[in-house]
């Protein structure tokens, strides 16, 4: 991340302030399954990120979303059992050495965390009017997506960790949350102040996987095309100024 210039670039640009609050935002965000403090989260707090959330792009303007939030401690521990026999059945699918690792991986903080929250998408709100959709139906689950992220980062910028649980049978979370059968849940997310946001992605500090290096998955014109090298050569120089600000984490 290069150190943002005193000046603006453009009108439209935002000072370096608040520049580099919105680049922490997006390089410090992390997946935050442990560290969860009891501590309840204010409703104005909240609130914030729920709007957040409700300001995404989403298709068609369709606003796909609804939020349910789940406090119960019944509940989340029905929930964290539909984890528990979802992650067995997955690590029976993960082969060799990776297996005993993913045994030892903390995958979610349903009941560590103080609240939990399942964003949902409601496929028929457009009211067959596919704005957008009509080649792509999925779209609308992409703009929920994009609420997520809204929420994930307004989240980190109020110090409130978010972990993302997907290890789940999605018609049994239906069922515990009385879903109906045209609405989606897209993301079954734990929410709460931790004391620490870790530097680095848990499953990279456990040897899961790494970062890849960006200026391979960057192609020119089309998919597969070599080239862009002057924008490759940016990245990596701005990978460098990254750590160059100190974050050697980013
Ligand atoms: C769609 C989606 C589903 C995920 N599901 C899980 C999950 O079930 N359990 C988990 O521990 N992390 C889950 N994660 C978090 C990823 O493991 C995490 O984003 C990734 O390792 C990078 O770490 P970071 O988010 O801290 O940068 C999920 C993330 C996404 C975007």
Same mark, same amino acid.
């Given at each position: *991340?290069?150190?943002?210039?005193? &000046?603006?670039?453009?009108?439209?640009?935002?000072?370096?302030?608040?520049?580099?609050?919105?680049?922490?935002?997006?390089?410090?965000?992390?997946?935050?399954?442990? =560290?969860?403090? !009891?501590?309840?989260?204010? /409703?104005?707090? %909240?609130?914030?990120?729920?709007?957040?959330? &409700? &300001?995404?792009?989403?298709?068609?303007? *369709?606003?796909?979303?609804?939020?349910?939030?789940?406090?119960?401690?019944?509940?989340?521990?029905?929930?964290?059992?539909?984890?528990? /026999?979802?992650?067995?059945? $997955?690590?029976?699918?993960? $082969?060799? /050495?990776?297996?005993?690792?993913?045994?030892?991986?903390?995958?979610?903080?349903? @009941?560590?965390?103080?609240?939990?929250? @399942?964003?949902?998408?409601?496929?028929?709100?457009?009211?067959?009017?596919?704005?957008?959709?009509? =080649?792509?139906?999925? *779209? /609308?689950?992409?703009?929920?997506? @994009?609420?997520?992220?809204?929420?994930?980062?307004?989240?980190?910028?109020?110090?409130?960790?978010?972990?993302?649980?997907?290890?789940?049978?999605?018609?049994?979370?239906?069922?515990? %949350?009385?879903?109906?059968? &045209?609405?989606?849940?897209?993301?079954?997310? @734990?929410?709460?102040?931790?004391?620490?946001?870790?530097?680095? !992605?848990?499953?990279?500090? =456990?040897?899961?996987?790494?970062? %890849?290096?960006? !200026?391979?998955?960057? *192609?020119? $014109?089309?998919?597969?095309?070599?080239? $862009?090298?002057?924008?490759?050569?940016?990245?990596?120089?701005?990978?460098?100024?990254?750590?160059?600000?100190?974050?050697?984490?980013?």
């Amino acid at each position: *991340m290069p150190a943002a210039s005193s &000046h603006a670039i453009s009108d439209n640009s935002f000072d370096a302030a608040a520049r580099d609050a919105v680049y922490e935002a997006i390089f410090t965000r992390r997946d935050v399954r442990s =560290h969860f403090l !009891p501590e309840t989260i204010d /409703d104005s707090v %909240l609130a914030r990120l729920l709007l957040a959330a &409700h &300001h995404a792009p989403s298709v068609g303007y *369709m606003q796909p979303w609804n939020f349910i939030v789940i406090r119960d401690a019944r509940r989340r521990e029905q929930i964290r059992d539909l984890f528990l /026999d979802a992650r067995r059945q $997955e690590a029976e699918n993960i $082969e060799g /050495d990776r297996q005993a690792l993913y045994r030892k991986l903390k995958l979610e903080g349903i @009941c560590e965390s103080p609240l939990n929250l @399942c964003i949902t998408c409601d496929r028929s709100r457009s009211k067959n009017s596919p704005l957008g959709r009509w =080649h792509n139906p999925e *779209m /609308d689950l992409y703009s929920t997506v @994009c609420a997520v992220q809204n929420f994930w980062l307004a989240a980190r910028a109020e110090g409130i960790g978010v972990g993302w649980v997907s290890i789940l049978d999605s018609d049994a979370l239906k069922c515990l %949350l009385g879903i109906p059968g &045209h609405v989606v849940p897209v993301a079954y997310l @734990c929410v709460g102040r931790v004391s620490e946001f870790a530097p680095r !992605p848990d499953l990279e500090t =456990h040897g899961w996987g790494k970062r %890849l290096p960006l !200026p391979d998955l960057i *192609m020119s $014109e089309i998919f597969g095309g070599t080239g $862009e090298q002057r924008l490759k050569r940016a990245v990596n120089a701005t990978q460098f100024s990254a750590a160059a600000v100190n974050r050697p984490e980013i």
